[in-house]
């Protein structure tokens, strides 16, 4: 299960909440385990011996039967959608029988209306006073569900939630560090693995093609920033383009830098991990600036611990970054939280005062750019626990030279 159900429960308790209402993908998916097809609804009661229940279309039961089958028992389906059934041939797969049973439960109501099915599902469960919050990012306050809601059910108060599933999400289950692991695990392997086969002209182009397979082959999942831009891999100068350049057909030269920043998907978490090489000798400057931004990702983790603050982390980074041999560095953050939303809060930055607790994920980063010369980068996801950081990803405390 990837909710944190205490915590949750905990939420729901500090806002006196009899249950939770989340709409968007991600949250569906974090409450349910269910990779939404089309608009989902999960409904997470306060009280455990109270049934939660998803709302899903009819014409989506393949992620529910095959791709992420969700820990909830009770579906409800919406939409009009047809499969054959009357016809179908024993002996039937465990997943051939649930479809026909999807497709029989829908047929029943035939309901159009997933708002209509969600608030009959609070009415069966005797959630009718008192209040519960309703996950606004995909249904906005301006939608008719709101209207909806108070007319049928005047005693009952809803409430915008989008803030407290980011809270509750702020701290990962194990499963989601399991998944966040076995990204980075084979971002790592796809990494090692275009660097073993890495020699003078190479294209960028080359190293992104065997890094992709690499990660196919892992049975992980490419992941891109956007619709229009590739692995983020880049040579020379041109790491100083961040990490949404689409690699290109430079060929690599003694002394230009390798950059990676960021990873692949694994069952739906990503990875945003860091590294840079070196082709043969590197510069005295390439050394140096490595050492530094070095130095300073190496603070942010050793400090993060819980109680610290995120805005005290990141002062404290920024001067390091100086002190160590880049006094003009400048960063608008040097970490984040991480998650299925890629960003989770708190944000190391100079204005997030949020607390560091146990369990949290971030990737603490000091990655500096220069147009001219190049950019580097050393970025580690590590999970906070009582005592030290645990690393998800490898460490390294040298610059690679290849």
């Known amino acids: 299960m990837l909710l944190n159900r205490r915590r949750a429960e905990n939420q729901m308790e500090q806002h006196g909440l009899n249950a939770l209402v989340s709409t968007s993908p991600s949250n569906v998916f974090y409450t349910s385990d269910l990779s939404p097809y089309g608009k989902c609804f999960v409904l997470l009661p306060f009280e455990q011996n109270v049934e939660p229940a998803i709302v899903a279309p009819i014409s989506g039961p393949t992620p529910l039967i095959l791709t992420s089958p969700p820990w909830i028992d009770d579906i409800r389906y919406y939409g009009e959608f047809y499969t054959t059934t009357r016809w179908a041939e024993e002996p039937l797969s465990s997943a051939e029988q649930m479809l026909i049973e999807a497709q029989e439960s829908w047929k029943k109501t035939k309901e159009t209306d997933p708002i209509t099915i969600l608030i009959r599902l609070l009415e069966e469960r005797g959630i009718t006073n008192g209040k519960i919050g309703i996950d606004e990012s995909n249904l906005p306050v301006n939608h008719p569900f709101w209207k909806k809601i108070k007319d049928i059910l005047p005693n009952l108060e809803a409430v915008p939630a989008q803030k407290i599933f980011r809270e509750i999400r702020m701290v990962k289950s194990e499963e989601e560090i399991k998944r966040i692991q076995e990204a980075t695990r084979i971002t790592e392997k796809a990494w090692e693995t275009a660097l073993e086969q890495t020699k003078e002209g190479i294209t960028e182009k080359e190293f992104a093609e065997i890094y992709q397979h690499t990660i196919i082959s892992e049975r992980g999942r490419i992941t891109s920033k956007g619709l229009m831009f590739g692995p983020p891999i880049a040579f020379g100068r041109r790491t100083a383009f961040v990490d949404i350049a689409l690699p290109s057909d430079y060929k690599l030269k003694k002394g ?79 970490g984040h939280g991480w998650g299925i939303d890629h960003y989770d809060p708190p944000l190391i930055g100079p204005n997030d005062h949020t607390p560091l607790e146990e369990g949290m994920v971030f990737c603490f980063e000091t990655p500096y750019y220069e147009v001219g010369w190049g950019g580097i980068l050393h970025e580690d996801i590590v999970v906070t626990t009582k005592t030290e950081p645990r690393y998800l990803t490898t460490f390294e405390g040298e610059l690679r030279i290849l």
């Open 256 to 334: 230009d830098i390798i950059r990676l920043d960021g990873g692949c998907g694994y069952m739906g978490y990503p990875c945003d991990m860091g590294r840079s090489a070196v082709l043969e000798q590197p510069s005295q400057k390439l050394k140096k600036y490595w050492n530094a931004i070095f130095e300073g990702e190496q603070l942010a983790i050793n400090m993060a611990k819980p109680g610290a603050q995120a805005s005290d982390i990141f002062h404290a980074v920024i001067e390091k970054v100086r002190q160590s041999g880049i006094p003009y560095y400048k960063r608008h953050h040097t």
